[in-house]
Each structure stands twice: as C-alpha cells, then as structure tokens.
C-alpha cells in the first residue's frame, strides 16, 4: 500500500535565531546543500514506496520545512481525517501553521480548532501516534506545554482516542520526535535520558520491545528516522543503531541532513505522513 507524505521544499530555509539549542548564528546554512539533501529524502520517500506531496513554501517563513510540526493529523474511524492546529512557540513558526491549515482543508480534513490561550501545542513534533491509531504520546516541556497537552487530551478523549503525556528533561530532544521513534506496533527506539523517570515508565508500558539509544546516538538525530517498508531513514548510523534495526527487520537508508541538523531538525521532522 502507498503512504502518503507531505513535504515542504527548502527554498527559503534558513537559521535566523536560536529557537534550540542546535541553532546558531556560526554555523550559516548553505541553502543548495540543503537543496540537494531535500531532494534525496524525496527520493529515499519515493524509492521506499511513498506518494510525496508538497505545499509551497513561503518566503520569510525559514522553518517552513519542518513539514511536521504546525498541525497534528489523525484519522478516527466515523469521525474521519482531522487535523489539529498548532499554536507554536515561536512567532515565526507560528505564522507557517494557517499556510499547513490551508492545505489540510482544501483537501478535506476536518480541522478540530482548541482553545489554547496561552499553552503551546507543537504538532508531530511532540504528538505521535501509536502505528495502529490505538492512542497518541504527548511531549511537553519545551515547546509543547504540560497545559496544551491536557487541552488536547479533552479534545481526543470526546473521540476515544487516549493520550500518553510524556515530561521531557533534556533540552537537546526539545521535541518528542527526538527521541521517541515507534519502529511498529510492539517496539520503540528511544533515548531514556529524555524523559523525566515516571515518563520513562509510561512509555515502557506500552512496547512490547523498547531499544535504547545512547545521548550521542540521539543528539545526532539517530531516534528522528523515518519508517517505510521495511526501512529506517536515518541520517547517520552506528553498529548499536544497526542492530537494534536488524531485530525489527529493518535496514537503514542514509540520507545527509547536515543543513537542517544546523536549525535543529532532521528527517521525521521534515515530514508528515497522511492518512
Ligand atoms: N528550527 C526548528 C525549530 O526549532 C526545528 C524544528 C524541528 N522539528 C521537529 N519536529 N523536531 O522549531
């Protein structure tokens, strides 16, 4: 079966500001470098049996890659495709999500608007779903707040879908997807220092099978890998990585995301898989 993902192209990438720690002004971006890494993730999509879609990107939005954060989208048997929207921390960011929400809608999503106020909600950065659908893990404590989990959780709940809230502690996995990736239905690659110990619990409860990563193997991005037949994109490997893989029966594809590692992001935040 062909998944579909969507991608936004890096024409106006760039780092601007320090959003994360990741970021600096010393180390600039070289934007056809970045170019060229998009286009192999493209094609690492595209050669793992992956329908890409893109939305175009906006200039003065530097972030706009970042295809997964400024909604979260789900499917729910009878109530169907729905989306999200973020209320990001940053203004920048902030301004990406009615572009996202426009596309959701034109291609008919529902859009579940929350009322935030002053709580952050950071979109598959922080929100991931169980591969079968069954319920939602919930980072908070960088960008997605303790609050906006909760508003979200109310949402979900009127759908019967459960929501896992995770505390994350290290400010280099700022994102949930930094360090949390299911691998399918019964295991998980994470990096335990992430979590605040009774978060770490709750995760251990809900695999079957939990593979660690090291700090160095996380803060390289090795836990922000992209899942698809059979494969695991990643931008860098270890022979620990490898192994862990080979037990789930997945080989890793490398694809250089050196630019976008400079803003602090690698390939599962590049993307959004649609339902
Ligand atoms: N520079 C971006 C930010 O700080 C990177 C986002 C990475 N996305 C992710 N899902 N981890 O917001």
Redesign the pocket.
């Known amino acids: 079966m062909l998944k579909r993902v969507l991608l936004c192209p890096p024409t106006y990438f760039d ?1 601007v500001d320090q ?2 720690p ?2 600096s002004a010393a180390s600039p971006v070289d934007r056809e470098k970045a170019h060229r890494q998009w286009e192999a993730l493209r094609a690492a999509l595209q050669e793992s049996g992956c329908q890409v879609e893109t939305i175009n990107p906006a200039p003065g939005l530097e ?1 706009m890659v ?1 295809a ?2 400024q909604v979260f989208v789900g499917y729910h048997d009878g109530f169907g495709r729905f989306i999200v929207p973020s209320r ?3 203004s920048s ?1 902030q301004r990406e999500v009615p572009f996202y929400v426009d596309w959701y809608r034109a291609r008919g999503y529902k859009v579940v608007d929350l009322e935030l106020g002053n709580e952050h909600l ?4 922080d929100l991931l779903w169980h591969p079968d659908w069954s319920r939602v893990y919930a980072g908070y404590g960088f ?1 997605s707040t303790r609050g906006g989990v909760k508003i979200f959780d109310a949402a979900m709940s009127k759908l019967g879908i459960p929501v896992v809230p995770l505390h994350l502690v290290d400010r280099f996995c ?2 949930l ?2 360090c949390f990736c299911p691998l399918n239905n019964d295991a998980v690659l994470i990096y335990p220092g992430a979590f605040e110990p009774e978060s770490l619990q709750e995760v251990r409860r809900y695999w079957k099978r939990v593979y660690e990563l090291t700090a160095e193997e996380a803060h390289k991005f090795m836990g ?1 890998g992209i899942v698809a037949q059979h494969r695991y994109i990643t931008p860098y490997a270890t022979p620990h990585l490898e192994g862990m893989l080979r037990e789930e029966g997945l080989t890793p594809v490398i694809v250089d995301t050196s630019e976008f590692e400079k ?4 390939l ?3 993307k959004t898989f649609l339902p």
């Open positions: 780092v959003k994360n990741y970021m972030d970042f997964a954060n990001m921390v940053h960011r950071e979109g598959h950065g960008r700022y994102h997807d930094t922000n803003s602090g992001g690698s599962f935040c590049m």
